[in-house]
């Protein structure tokens, strides 16, 4: 059995006081497997020995708070496949291992301690335990462990956190009241958006949602963010024109975009806002019909609706496309056409067009680059706080 659970942004900034421990060497030798081990080391910290220096928490523990979407096993294992899941925790102790199983290799999370410039950490495939933050002294920290990697990436299953001999997990500050939604592809995702020149454009650690276009303009705002977004997907149809499989309106409702089960509880979590940017695969194999199209967006609105009311929804053009590319290309022309049409068809101020302009990326890759997501944010931004009084 799955269960779909809330996630939050947590606010605070503390002066990094320790070095960021190890991150670079990956996994540490000795994983702890999920079952045996770990559920010994739990019940040796319940029944009060004190000879056994792991205080293992599940990442299921209420006091960790997780901004995004996410599953949780019936173990207490936490299942992550969205991009820019965030766990967010607060500690005190002298150091912090993460315990994780990654489904396949070349998956990455960004590692932020007391609101320190964010660290690579790659993760190897399988059961695996990661050193987080080393020190020696006993002080508090706040921690953001951000997935950086989109669904069809793999999966990641977080077991649970050890704050080191004499540590414990704190309450969760706060949250902000604010929250936004943006349901995308792969530019939502951040495909590109943390590529280096140089580097491979197949390389996993290109991709960089904390610096896309939607959790830009959710720091700006103050506000919590959910990317659920997925490369390759569409409205109706994927990139390669298949209506069949797991679009948008589908994974819309999933805690994990691939896994039918893992339905989302939306009640969760009720946006002020929800950016939509669709189109691109829609329109890879040329342009859709126009009818069915726009039925198919107002009804995914209407469901949107159903579940968020009062939010403000803004319907995006896709940033990868270019009129002229090909030349004649009518495409970007067609879906700003549709996103019109379907403005029109809701009869309500609160669906509303939101124009992007084209973004090149760079030879190889048409994704925008990060320096592009942030253009795209200064777009939006006005819009945004015009339309929701912030």
């Known amino acids: 059995m799955i269960e779909a659970r809330r996630g939050y942004v947590i606010l605070k900034n503390m002066k990094h006081k320790f070095l960021l421990g190890l991150l670079a060497l990956a996994a540490l030798p000795g994983a702890v497997s999920r079952g045996e081990n770990i559920t010994a080391a739990a019940s040796m910290l319940v029944s009060g020995a004190t000879d056994h220096s792991t205080q293992f928490v599940s990442a299921h523990d209420s006091k960790i708070i ?25 500690f005190r102790g ?28 790659p993760l190897r495939k399988g059961e695996g335990s990661y050193t987080l933050l080393a020190g020696t002294t006993v002080a508090e920290h706040t921690v953001a462990l951000i997935r950086r990697n989109e669904s069809w990436h793999g999966m990641v299953t977080l077991t649970g956190f050890d704050p080191g001999p004499g540590g414990e997990l704190l309450a969760a500050p706060a949250l902000p009241p604010r929250k936004l939604l943006f349901i995308g592809d792969s530019v939502t995702c951040g495909e590109m958006a943390a590529y280096e020149p140089g ?25 919590q963010c959910h990317l659920v977004s997925c490369g390759g997907r569409g409205l109706v149809r994927d ?10 309106p589908q994974f819309y409702e999933l805690a994990l975009p691939d896994v039918p089960a893992a339905r989302w509880d939306h009640s969760q979590y009720v946006p002020d806002a929800i950016g939509i940017e669709l189109g691109q695969n829609d329109f890879s194999q040329g342009v859709p019909d126009q009818i069915d199209y726009v039925n198919a967006y107002v009804q995914f609105i209407e469901k949107l609706r159903r579940d968020a009311p009062q939010a403000v929804i803004f319907l995006m053009q896709s940033a990868m496309q270019n009129d002229g590319d090909p030349v004649g290309d009518p495409r970007r022309a067609a879906l700003l056409a549709y996103l019109t049409q379907v403005v029109a068809r809701c009869h309500t101020p609160k669906v509303l067009l939101a124009p992007v302009r084209h973004y090149p990326g760079v030879p190889g890759n048409t994704h925008p680059t990060g320096a592009e997501h942030a253009a795209m944010a200064d777009e939006l931004e006005p819009l945004f706080r015009r339309a929701l009084g912030w």
């Open 94 to 121: 002298p150091a912090l291992t993460v315990w994780l199983n990654a489904a396949e290799e070349n998956l990455y999370f960004d590692v932020s301690i007391d609101g320190a410039a964010p660290t690579p950490l």
């Open 239 to 248: 990139w390669q024109g298949v209506r069949s499989g797991i679009n948008a």
């Open 199 to 223: 580097r491979d454009m197949k390389d996993h650690l290109n991709w960089g949602p904390r610096v896309t276009y939607g959790m830009l303009l959710a720091r700006r705002f103050g506000a």
């Open 66 to 90: 997780y901004e995004g979407r996410f599953a949780t096993e019936q173990s207490g294992a936490v299942q992550l496949a969205f991009p820019g899941v965030t766990a967010h925790l607060r």
